[in-house]
């Protein structure tokens, strides 16, 4: 079926700046529970007409030499570009692969582009507010970026266990984002880095944390489902998470089941922001977890801040054990997360001897190769699983 539209005033929250270059885009949703969930972009197609603006001098004059001598038609202003191809727009494409060599990185970051420019004269001004930078553009177009990856890539997760230290009976399991370009598995970092790149980050993160949810129906039991996401990637979250909270009703999934995970970059990366889109994920019922947490001032005042329900330890941090240092960081991590009530999942933890270094240091639960590596469901859990409360803290030693 087709893919819930989500707006926002009266942009698309999943496509604001695509909208602008009409590059259309379809989500085809799994026919049936668990099956891999397709996504295609279509790429922006060639066009007659490309409006161009910068307020820095220098770049306009570069661009307008470039575009002439290559036959384009080109009307100028102090700040602004009317660059028109009479012949079909291939030689529009030629310029963007130009432009991708003779200007910085740094000034394709401050030059806007209206690809599809309204009729209207008035409206012009409108649409290069909004329009993407000239950077988004040349990746959009394959120029600076393999988006190919993301135009032709089938998604699906898979998904990690985590596991009691107590019992070792399984009480979550982690969705991760897997891809398939060519019969080659992308992995999710790579996805990712490429959506960033394209500006397609917010279509990216709405297709994880779907993607998650689907995947995970019909199998998940009373477990908990941890679904990463990229608070940065959230225009407003009780529009933008609006078709999580669809999919999750669909599966069948209590509220109470989900567990939204941060990482401490992304937390503060934007506070403010942050904290808006986590009092609305609290207001629907899901919880927070805040991973890849040291021990440093940043993260020891951020856990006051944030106050996660639940804290996942840096598998960097973890895998320094049995050192000295690392004992003492993750000692304070462990004790200031159960003085606020949440519960301390260990990540990394790939050997017997880690699980019960972290045991012994307070960590409630443990995530990592031993217990279980990333993998596609089964139709059905053959084991019964168990929900987890909250612990009580551990006495300090």
Known sequence: ???????????????????????????????????????????????????????????????????????????????????????????LDRLFARLAHELTDAETQVVRVATVPPADDADFAAALLTAPTLAVELARRGITAEIGVLAEAEFWSVYQPVVSLADRAKVAHEALLRGLVDGREVPGADLFFVAESAGWLHHLDRIGREAAVAGAAGWLGEADLFINFAPHSIFRAQVCLASTERAAHDAGIAPGRLVLEVTETDALADRGHLDAVLEHVRSVGWRVALAEVGAGWSSRTLLGAVRPEVVKLDRGLVRQLPDDGARTMIRAVVDQAHALGAVVVAEGVETERLAQEVTALGADLGQGWLFGRPSRPRAAVEEPVTGWQPVSPVPTR
């Open 1 to 91: 079926m087709a893919a819930p539209v989500e707006t926002f005033g009266s942009r698309n929250c999943s496509d604001t700046a695509a909208r602008l270059t009409r590059a259309g885009e379809r989500l085809v949703h799994p026919r049936e529970v668990g099956t891999t969930q397709h996504q295609q972009w279509q790429l922006p197609g060639r066009v007659e007409r490309a409006l161009i603006a910068t307020p820095i001098g220098h770049i306009l004059p570069a661009v307008a030499r470039t575009a002439r001598s290559m036959g384009l038609s080109v009307e100028a202003s102090s700040r602004m570009l009317d660059v028109v191809d009479v012949r079909g727009g291939r030689w």
